[in-house]
């Protein structure tokens, strides 16, 4: 268990509640719930309804989706946020990787604390346009992956231009024998002579 100024201490280097003020900290710190959860307990599911945001104080927990781990968060980062905005399901699952504490701050509390300091609710948007933009830049970056792979693997399929011949190349037609077939008699069918 944290004591007061732990707390209050660990709560001020949590980047969404940077540039608060001090008063403002201390009654947040002391409304979180301080929680503990052992290794490999899923502290929430994807679909899940949620409405509190998480705070690591100690050990590692896993961001996961469908199976993929998206994030491997450390202690200071949050997680849950969210929902605490729009009340949906949980877009994924968190599972802690070792034994971890969090502190875990309600819809209510948050509610009740904007009210009070509107400067946390810019804060947590900041937070999450960050992270808004670190999905664009992996998605794009895999995006470019693709489009390079796919013209990489055209490059090696593709034939060179230079050997392939810019005009159909005729191809001879061996001439008639005419001692089999006769020549051309002028009756109109050039092999006058040949056997039906």
Do not use: W
């Not at 159909?168 to 077939?181: F, G, I, M, R």
């Amino acid at each position: 268990m944290l004591t007061s100024v732990d707390r209050l201490l660990f709560v001020r280097g949590v980047p969404i509640f940077k540039e608060l003020r001090d008063d403002f900290l201390v009654r947040l710190a002391s409304i979180m719930d301080e929680l503990s959860f052992p290794s490999s307990h899923t502290i929430f599911t994807e679909g899940q309804e949620g409405r509190a945001l998480y705070i690591v104080v100690s050990g590692q927990v896993s961001v996961h989706l469908r199976g993929q781990e998206l994030a491997q968060l450390d202690t200071g980062t949050c997680f849950g946020e969210m929902s605490l905005f729009d009340a949906e399901p949980r877009s994924a699952s968190v599972t802690t990787l070792d034994s971890c504490d969090c502190l875990m701050l309600t819809q209510q509390q948050l509610y009740e604390a904007i009210d009070e300091t509107p400067g946390i609710a810019v804060n947590i948007i900041r937070l999450l346009s960050r992270r808004i933009r670190e999905l664009n830049n992996e998605l794009n970056d895999k995006q470019q992956e693709v489009k390079d792979l796919t013209q990489q693997q055209n490059r090696v399929y593709a034939p060179d231009p230079q050997f392939l011949p810019s005009d159909p190349v005729p191809v001879p037609q061996p001439a008639p024998d005419e001692a089999l077939y006769g020549a051309d008699d002028g009756a109109g069918f050039p092999y006058g002579s040949f056997p039906y």
